[in-house]
C-alpha cells in the first residue's frame, strides 16, 4: 500500500448532513473549478426532501470531509417501474484523489442499496472525462443498453 494512502479503516463514510453543505460546495469548486453554489444547493435539497430514504454520503478522514455523494432513489422513471438509485455528483478532494475515497462512498451507497432491495445505480458521465470513466470501470459500471438522446434548441429554431 503507498504511503499517502488512508487505510480503509481510515475513511469513514456517513449519512450526508445538513451541517455539510459548505464542504461539499468547496470540495466541488475544487474538482469543477468553478462553484456551483446553487446547483448543488438544489442538489442538496432534493438529497434531503424528495425521497424518504437518505441515500447521499459524505467521507471523512480525521474528521474532515474529503468526498461526498450525491444520489436519489427513484421508483421508476421513462417508463420503467423499477426501483433504481442515481448518482448525481460524486467528488473527491484533489488532496486525496487515488486514495480510497471515491470507492470507500461507492461501496457504501452499493452495501446501503442492496440492503434497501435495490439493484440498479445509474449515472452520467462526459465522454471525454477519462479520468471519471475509468474510475467507474473500476467500480464495475457498464455502458447502459440505452442511449441518452439531446436537443440544442437554439440550433433547431427556425
Known amino acids: ?36 453554489t446553487a446547483f448543488l444547493d438544489a ?6 426532501t424528495d425521497t424518504g430514504i437518505a441515500v447521499s454520503l459524505v467521507a471523512e478522514i480525521d474528521g474532515a ?13 421513462f417508463g420503467i ?6 448518482l448525481d455528483v460524486l467528488g473527491v478532494h484533489p488532496d486525496f484523489k487515488r486514495r480510497g475515497v471515491g470507492a470507500a462512498l461507492v461501496d457504501q451507497l452499493r452495501t446501503n442499496l442492496l440492503g434497501l432491495g435495490i439493484r440498479t445505480l445509474r449515472t452520467e458521465v462526459g465522454w471525454d472525462n477519462l479520468d471519471l470513466i475509468a474510475f ?14 439531446e436537443l440544442d434548441l437554439e440550433k433547431t429554431r427556425s
Open 43 to 48: 442538489k442538496l435539497r432534493q438529497a434531503a
Open 136 to 149: 467507474f470501470h473500476h467500480q464495475r459500471f457498464e455502458p447502459a443498453p440505452r442511449l441518452c438522446l
Open 65 to 77: 470531509v474529503v468526498g461526498f455523494l450525491l444520489a436519489r432513489v427513484y421508483y421508476g422513471e
Open 81 to 86: 417501474t423499477e426501483r433504481v438509485a442515481v
Open 1 to 36: 500500500m503507498p504511503f499517502d494512502r488512508p487505510a480503509r479503516d481510515e475513511v469513514v463514510v456517513r449519512t450526508l448532513a445538513p451541517g455539510d453543505r459548505d464542504a461539499v460546495i468547496d470540495i466541488d469548486g475544487r474538482v469543477m473549478g468553478r462553484r456551483r
